[in-house]
């Protein structure tokens, strides 16, 4: 068969199929599945704004040097928060909770099947599922980001505000941002994934954490298996780490940000597709779980 | 075998949960009306459902539902309902959103939606606590809001696993009617239940499941004439049973004649119900014992399935 044969193939499929449908079910999945995220999560809206919470306590309760040094080393506070909090744990626990319950939590309550008996691919079902799953951890989270960088440079006055907008300030709040909501669909591809292989995504969610944080060094091929060896390349402020936490901060091998951006979009879009096949085999045997 | 686009098929099918059977071997196809499937728990009956309805994978073997299959999941479920046993629910729905969202799912615009859901609601006689939370409903409205969300969307294919359970008599009624109705417009309704009597009365024909195997299938008289060989039970009222029972052990094919308890009624057991009413006919005419009451006491499906699988069907 000749390329073109594959390209009018897969033309011909593309006009067959329902993708106004498809889109309506998608915006139903989504609406249906994040009111119940948002409902039901209340130790992932802890996980996000436990730092938010840090930072409001210390305004409030520590004696503040307000001179601009200080915001240098805010910035490099902030930075650590991000990158070593949000990036390494809360991101990661909190889309190990917001999607492996996406499939797995429907099994345990017994309700995975009304999804299953009705018109809706099943692949429909897992783009649906996800997206509800990272708008609920995107808002959370890029909610909290935004929340600790107003925290931190507010109360610099004048000085703060002159950082955020007419220095690197707004720069980084944009970085930030990006890669939270990199760090939420990378992670939630895997988690989604690992919920439809493991009936306990737990054991293996630990493992992943695992090779997160040793795939420094790993060859640079392995690295690009990681999520963090993209988001690392896409932090604007480098943490000034030294000892065995230097090895959250290692780049092996630099690569340009759109690279990484788009090194983190097909790795998504790829454990999304893994996951689409493992869904037809998911069976509703209740009884097993 | 080219499914045919107005029966239900099922081709060889197998299903093994790693060494545990399931089903094996199940080939047979169904007409529209009402199909019941009878078996004790474990027979393999949810089994069977669940793969029609592509719940499950066969290990073996192919089924096709009106020509469809659930791998084609937007033409098959437009054209199947099913009323599964499990009674979970998602949490914090109410009876209406449980109907209404599946239907916006479906392709339904809200309108049309909202009209299907409240249609639903009337015929499962559930409009009144539709907008209550589904936690607070009991047993019997909970069936029946499964049941009003798998009738919603006006399938061709109704498949009801244990639909009657939990129901009063009034709404067990109900539902049944809505059945007999539904099999009335050509489209097929399968039935699962334990309830042998009310199968019997509405089905239009049975599938006998034992230990994952079916027995038999087909209407119940021809299901009673493929165990023909088995002794045909017939119970006698009259005047003098002992006398009855002498003479019914005269013969031949009468493998057991029994005096029951209130001393006027005999169970004969026989191989040949035509030479034994012979025998009653001529008892009778010679004036030996009046006969108040004949009748076949074993041609429902109980009686059949205790026979095919030695087990007491109203335990199933």
């Known amino acids: 068969m000749s390329f073109q044969d594959l390209v009018a193939r897969a033309q011909n499929w593309s006009k067959e199929q329902p993708w106004r449908l498809y889109g309506s079910q998608i915006s139903i999945l989504v609406r249906n599945e994040v009111s119940r995220n948002l409902r039901r999560r209340v130790w992932i809206y ?33 930075a650590g928060i991000v990158q070593l909090y949000y990036f390494r744990l809360g991101t990661f626990f909190a889309c190990m909770g917001i999607f492996t319950w996406l499939f797995r939590g429907e099994m345990v309550e017994r309700t995975l099947h009304y999804q299953f008996l009705v018109p809706v691919r099943r692949e429909v079902l897992v783009v649906g599922k996800f997206f509800a799953g990272a708008v609920v951890a995107i808002a959370l ?94 932090c604007p402020v480098s943490l000034p780490l ?41 069976e509703i045997t209740y009884t097993a779980e | 075998m080219t499914p045919d686009s107005r029966q239900i098929v099922f081709e060889n099918v197998s299903k093994f949960y790693g060494e545990v059977l399931g089903v094996n071997k199940v080939n047979f196809s169904l007409e529209p009306g009402i199909t019941s499937l009878v078996g004790p728990n474990g027979s393999g009956k949810t089994t069977l459902m669940n793969l029609m309805t592509g719940l499950i994978r066969p ?6 539902v009106l020509g469809l299959t659930p791998q084609q999941p937007i033409e098959f479920f ?59 409903y009991s047993k019997g409205m909970r069936q029946r809001i499964r049941l009003a969300q798998a009738i919603a969307h006006h399938p061709s294919v109704l498949v009801l696993d244990e639909p009657l359970n939990g129901l ?16 009335k417009q050509g489209m097929h309704v ?59 052990f005269e013969l031949d094919h009468v493998v057991e004649a029994k005096i029951l308890s209130d001393g006027q009624s005999v169970l004969v057991r026989t191989r040949d119900a035509e030479q034994f009413y012979l025998l009653l006919n001529k008892i009778v005419s010679g004036g030996f014992v009046e006969v108040d009451a004949v009748a076949p006491a074993d041609d429902d499906v109980n009686s059949i ?3 095919l699988i030695g087990s007491d069907g109203g335990q199933a």
Request: net charge neutral; hydrophobic share 50%; proline share 5%.
């Open chain 2, 59 to 64: 290990s073996r073997g192919a089924i096709y």
């Open chain 2, 190 to 248: 399968i039935i699962s239940s334990h309830i042998l009597e009310e199968v019997d009365r509405i089905s239009d024909r049975v599938v006998l499941m034992s230990s994952g195997y079916v027995v038999a299938e087909g209407q119940i008289r021809e299901v009673r004439r493929e165990v023909r060989d088995h002794p045909m039970q017939i119970l006698v009222r009259c005047s003098n049973a002992s006398r009855l029972a002498a003479a019914a």
């Open chain 2, 78 to 136: 437009r054209q199947v309902g099913f009323c599964t046993q499990f009674d979970s629910f998602p949490p914090g729905t109410n009876g209406y959103d449980f109907i209404y969202w599946p239907l916006r799912l479906h392709g339904f615009g809200a309108d049309q939606a909202a009209k299907l859901t409240n249609e639903a609601l009337e015929r499962a006689g559930m409009g009144q606590v539709a907008r209550r939370k589904v936690a607070g």
């Open chain 1, 141 to 234: 989270f890029e909610t909290a980001v935004l929340a600790c960088f107003c925290l931190t440079y507010a109360r610099f006055g004048a000085a703060g505000k002159s950082y955020v907008f007419d220095g690197p300030g707004l720069a980084q709040l944009g970085s930030y941002l990006l890669v939270t909501a990199l760090a939420c669909l990378g992670y939630g591809a895997v988690f989604l994934a690992l919920s439809l292989l493991f009936k306990n995504p737990i054991v293996p969610g630990v493992v992943i954490m695992g090779w997160e944080v040793i795939a420094p060094i790993f060859p640079a091929w392995a690295q690009r298996l990681s999520v963090t060896f993209y988001l690392k390349h896409l």
């Open chain 2, 168 to 183: 009063d008599p009034m709404a067990r009624s109900e539902s049944i009617a809505l059945f007999q109705a539904i099999a």
């Open chain 2, 305 to 307: 399935y205790q026979y």
């Open chain 1, 46 to 78: 802890l996980l996000a704004f436990i730092p938010v919470l840090l930072i409001l306590i210390h305004l409030m309760v520590g004696r503040h040097n307000l001179d601009v040094d200080q915001i240098e080393a805010d910035t490099d506070v902030l």
């Open chain 1, 242 to 282: 030294t000892g065995p936490l230097a090895i959250f901060t290692i780049v092996a091998e630099p690569v340009a940000p759109w690279i990484a951006v788009l090194g983190l979009l097909c790795l998504t879009i790829a454990i999304l597709v893994l996951s689409c096949f493992l869904i037809h085999r998911l």
